[in-house]
């Protein structure tokens, strides 16, 4: 059974910095893409970052020189480092992850709530 489990969000101040963690398992996490998310009540689910199992990372604009995706295979884990946070950075920050070949099939976690808020 698939597994991804979100953690490190929380409430911070305008300018502050927050570090998601995803730890995944079930999965063979070195073969996958894995992705950042962010998503708030009635409205459609964002992509924040990519990174692939080369370690090639993409992100959306308004992430861009802000929050940096890592990964770290040997831990089964992706990264979100979030900085100079903002009030519209607030959302529920999910992890997904999907296997280099089959673009088909998502694994979502539970999600995590930042708050960015004075």
């Known amino acids: 059974q698939v597994r991804l489990v979100e953690s490190g969000g929380g409430l911070v101040q305008p300018g502050e910095s927050l570090r998601l963690s995803c730890v995944a398992s079930?999965?063979?996490?070195?073969?996958?893409?894995l992705f950042w998310y962010r998503q708030n009540p009635g409205t459609l689910r964002d992509l924040v970052a990519v990174?692939?199992?080369?370690?090639?990372?993409r992100y959306s604009d308004s992430a861009k020189g802000r929050f940096t995706i890592s990964r770290d295979d040997a831990k089964n884990t992706v990264r979100l480092q979030m900085t100079s946070l903002q009030p519209e950075d607030t959302a529920t920050y999910y992890c997904?992850?999907?296997?280099?070949?089959?673009?088909?099939?998502?694994?979502w976690g539970q999600g995590t709530q930042v708050t960015v808020s004075s």
């Open positions: 997904s992850a999907e296997y280099n070949w089959d673009a088909s099939r998502r694994f």
């Open positions: 079930g999965l063979v996490f070195s073969q996958c893409t």
């Open positions: 990174i692939t199992s080369s370690g090639n990372t």
